[in-house]
């Protein structure tokens, strides 16, 4: 980059953790609950040199080189994610809900060096690595009993550029094969800019995650948004209603943050333990990862809470979220808000155009948080992006003429034609999610010879509810144009999802009526 006569900002590549142990040495930076395990900013800084000098033990120079860790949230994951960065290495977070061929396709496509693995996901991934060749493995206790036994190395991070890729994310793929999204050195720190700015975190946040850390959540938006703030995350290794609930209301612990997709909210809302009080003493209860029913967010809005609707991608990161004011959520319910400091965003059409407030389009995005494309994907690239730049959500939404808040309407791949009318199966699931007895829906679009297409809805019921097709179809109809109801529903016993929960719609299309 030029740094000299040229208007543009020199970028500054700064290690936070190191910084922060000497701005607040004695601030705690983690605490694991799984172990118990507490740790300090100068900690985890000097903790983090250790797995520096393992890695250039047993690499070399690493920069450029993937290093991939199928693991539980823990420190030594937030430690290994840190000497990633230091050490220029391109950190492949692998998904531990996956299938072995799952993980076979991501360690052929990116090709890592080093793999650290949970025992509890050895089988599946030792399957997946004879497919893999030349990939070194170790589990996290042999991992962990290598940084204990060497010696602390010299603070001596390595000079990286800003568009180094950093992370490569793989997103879910309910249609297809994963795509790695190139996250860089920039992307992520504009990516948790963007998160602290709307939802309020600082150096006295403590921002508890459920969330797995390979996924953007955990590992941007609260990891690596709490390491840039000089924070604290309270790192819990899964996802317990009970014990999440009594961990928000520890006033020791003194949570101010926390994440979850609706699925998780609901969970909490549900759960025999919960208090208002552990949601609404929050600066934030971010949520997002799938379109939130309007009656879950009416529900804790009337408990007190600031349900942060809101969204983000493997490839932006934070695109938009609501303000943190309990009046403007409970008037906007469904809306995800104003789109973060450090991202542009506008509703476009198929070709490119920028469709008039309130028309639906394509959302699309632009700024230096989002991905500069996909790993070994040159036409996910080219399919991905408008020629002037514009990254392609792939989500259909609109823009509010009064607040200029965005509202998401459903995936463009998901919307159907119903008699020439434009149908988002979310919208239907929202409806349908409101009928008494129904516990998870998914909706889909199916050939209809007098309509084009009518809605198919697939329904899961709670335990000992019985409903028939004709009472769900008119109890959603209060809810619904007529032409929006759907015209067939079938009950299953669960809605098939990916690793990520998200409903996987072409295997319930596939099943057929």
């Not at 920069?63 to 391109?90: E, H, M, P, Q």
């Not at 840039?228 to 961990?247: K, N, Y």
């Not at 209809?448 to 097709?469: K, N, P, S, T, Y």
Request: charged share 20%; glycine share 10%; net charge negative.
């Amino acid at each position: 980059m030029d740094q000299g006569g040229s208007d543009a900002p020199v970028w500054i590549d700064r290690d936070f953790v190191a910084f922060h142990a000497k701005m607040r040495p004695d601030q705690t930076v983690c605490l694991a609950f799984a172990t118990g395990e507490r740790m300090t900013y100068v900690q985890l800084h000097r903790r983090v040199d250790k797995a520096v000098a393992v890695i250039r033990r047993l690499l070399g120079d690493a920069r450029g080189k993937r290093l991939a860790i199928l693991a539980r949230n823990s420190t030594d994951f937030l430690a290994f994610v840190i000497a990633c960065y230091r050490t220029g290495a391109i950190l492949l977070p692998l998904n531990w809900r996956l299938s072995a061929a799952e993980l076979e396709f991501q360690l052929q496509d990116a090709g890592p060096e080093l793999v650290i693995y949970d025992e509890e996901f050895a089988s599946a991934f030792l399957t997946a690595q004879q497919a893999a060749a030349g990939v070194q493995s170790m589990t996290t206790d042999a991992w962990r009993f290598e940084l204990d036994r060497i010696e602390q190395a010299p603070y001596a991070p390595e000079a990286v550029g800003e568009h180094a890729p950093f992370i490569i994310l793989y997103t879910s793929g309910t249609t297809g094969k994963p795509k790695g999204a190139i996250i860089t050195r920039a992307n992520a720190f504009w990516q948790s800019f963007n998160f602290a700015s709307m939802t309020d975190v600082g150096a006295g946040s403590v921002l508890l995650c459920d969330s797995p850390m390979f996924h953007t959540v955990g590992l941007i938006a609260v990891s690596w948004t709490t390491l840039q703030r000089g924070a604290m995350f309270a790192i819990s290794d899964r996802f317990v209603p009970a014990e999440t609930i009594a961990r928000l209301l520890d006033d020791g612990l003194g949570a101010t943050h926390y994440f979850g997709v609706p699925q998780i909210a609901r969970g909490l809302l549900t759960e025999p333990t919960y208090k208002p009080r552990a949601l609404n003493r929050l600066t934030a209860f971010v949520v997002g990862g799938a379109p939130s029913p309007r009656d879950l967010i009416e529900q804790l809005v009337d408990d007190g809470v600031r349900y942060i609707n809101g969204i983000g991608m493997s490839e932006t990161g934070t695109i938009a979220h609501m303000p943190r004011v309990l009046e403007l959520i409970r008037k906007h319910v469904g809306s995800v808000g104003e789109p973060a400091p450090a991202m542009q965003a506008k509703i476009l059409d198929g070709d490119g155009n920028e469709q008039p407030d309130g028309v639906p389009g394509e959302l699309c995005m632009r700024g230096p948080a989002v991905t500069p494309g996909y790993w070994n994907r040159p036409e996910a690239n080219v399919a991905g992006f408008f020629p002037d730049g514009w990254f392609r959500s792939g989500d259909i939404a609109v823009k509010d003429p009064e607040t200029g808040f965005f509202a998401i309407l459903d995936r463009s791949k998901d919307m159907y034609i119903s008699g020439g009318e434009n149908v988002y199966p979310a919208e239907v699931e929202s409806a349908l999610l409101r009928v008494p007895g129904i516990k998870d829906v998914a909706v889909v679009g199916m050939p209809d010879e007098r309509w084009g297409e009518v809605g198919c809805a697939w329904i899961v019921l709670q335990d000992g509810v019985a409903l028939e097709a004709e009472h769900v179809i008119a109890a959603c109809a209060q809810y619904l144009a007529p032409y929006k109801k759907p015209k067939h529903v079938r009950f299953i016993d669960a809605i098939p999802r990916n690793a990520a929960g998200k409903a996987q719609k072409h295997v319930l299309k596939a099943r057929g009526l």
